[in-house]
């Protein structure tokens, strides 16, 4: 409803909605919700439900992640403390920054530096990521176009959750992204940005 408030005023029509994570969910309810506003939606990392498969995701990290991942994260959670105290009151980020090696491809990323200056509303985020979601059965079919973009190296939102997923999408792509983790958008940035305009280009020619 936010967004399409914001839509509204904003008069604009036939939009491509985008999240990343969480977010990549509410991107993709907001076009069941209203499809006639929407052109294309395309979840970057998103779950297809809340809670997942995790189930999947956990055997996905057992076969997946190096030693050497695994090492670097316990050294990343190792310094939670100190990264809290760091930034103090800014909610889940210290905690995001403390389990990077679960988040990029680059397991010794530090993400400290794309959060300067960032506010996050923790309570909407903790709300979004604990509130049940799933599609209900025997939705009616949406006809928007669906792009999933998942990572190869996303510990997270593992890139074999959406496998079997159900959504009331009738045209749904799902590309793994081999050089990125949670974050194809800003990882590889080339090849998603190729990816997906390739994908538009493709339905408009169909159009």
């Not at 959670?77 to 930034?87: K, M, N």
């Amino acid at each position: 409803a936010d967004i399409e408030a914001v839509r509204a005023q904003l008069g604009m029509d036939g939009i491509v909605v985008m999240g990343n994570s969480i977010v990549g969910l509410v991107a993709l309810a907001y076009a069941a919700t209203y499809p006639e506003h929407t052109a294309y939606a395309v979840s970057v990392a998103g779950p297809p439900s809340v809670p997942f498969a995790s189930d999947s995701a956990e055997a996905y990290r057992a076969r997946a992640m190096s030693a050497e991942r695994t090492a670097q994260h316990e050294a990343n959670r190792a310094r939670l403390d100190s990264l809290q105290a760091a930034h103090a009151g800014r909610g889940f980020i210290p905690t995001y920054i403390a389990n990077g090696a679960l988040y990029w491809a680059d397991s010794t990323y530090d993400a400290t530096a794309i959060f300067e200056g960032v506010l996050v509303n923790d309570t909407l985020f903790y709300d979004l990521q604990r509130t049940p979601f799933a599609w209900p059965e025997g939705a009616p079919p949406v006809s928007v176009p669906v792009f999933v973009a998942l990572g190869r190296h996303d510990y997270v939102v593992t890139p074999n959750v959406w496998s079997g997923a159900k959504t009331p999408f009738t045209d749904l792509m799902v590309q793994v992204f081999d050089n990125a983790g949670h974050w194809p958008h800003l990882e590889d940035p080339d090849a998603f940005d190729t990816a997906v305009l390739e994908w538009i280009r493709a339905h408009e020619a169909r159009r």
